[in-house]
């Protein structure tokens, strides 16, 4: 089973930007759907970005589309989520998620495996 931690999280202003990574290790990541959520205390995990493993097709929620891109570097076994233009309402902690074969991408259930979160706030 794949093991996946994140890093990259902080502390930046508002309209600036962060990088996002989720290292893969065991499994073979190339052939996961993978996908970014967040959280926020008392809320449920919330669908950020997907990328599927069969031809790299994206999907962002729509408070997203624009400012964030999600990619994957299948060589390095690691994903990324590129956040510019961040809002202090992006502040959560964030989650990689990963499956072998996603239907609802955009459901955290469908999720088998997933990192331990990295904090990102924005400060006004």
């Known amino acids: 089973q794949v093991q996946l931690v994140e890093s990259g999280g902080g502390l930046v202003q508002a309209g600036g930007s962060l990088r996002l990574s989720c290292a893969a290790s065991r499994g073979t990541f190339s052939t996961y759907d993978m996908g970014w959520f967040r959280q926020t205390p008392g809320k449920e995990r919330e669908f950020v970005a997907a990328?599927?493993?069969?031809?790299?097709?994206?999907y962002y929620t729509d408070s997203v589309k624009g400012r964030f891109t999600i990619s994957r570097d299948n060589a390095k076994n690691t994903l990324y989520l590129q956040m510019n233009s961040l809002k202090p309402e992006d502040t959560a902690a964030y989650y990689c998620?990963?499956?072998?074969?996603?239907?609802?991408?955009?459901?955290?259930?469908?999720?088998?495996?997933w990192g331990q979160g990295t904090q990102v706030t924005v400060s006004s």
């Open positions: 990328i599927m493993w069969r031809d790299e097709e994206t």
């Open positions: 998620g990963a499956n072998a074969d996603t239907y609802y991408y955009n459901d955290y259930k469908e999720y088998d495996y």
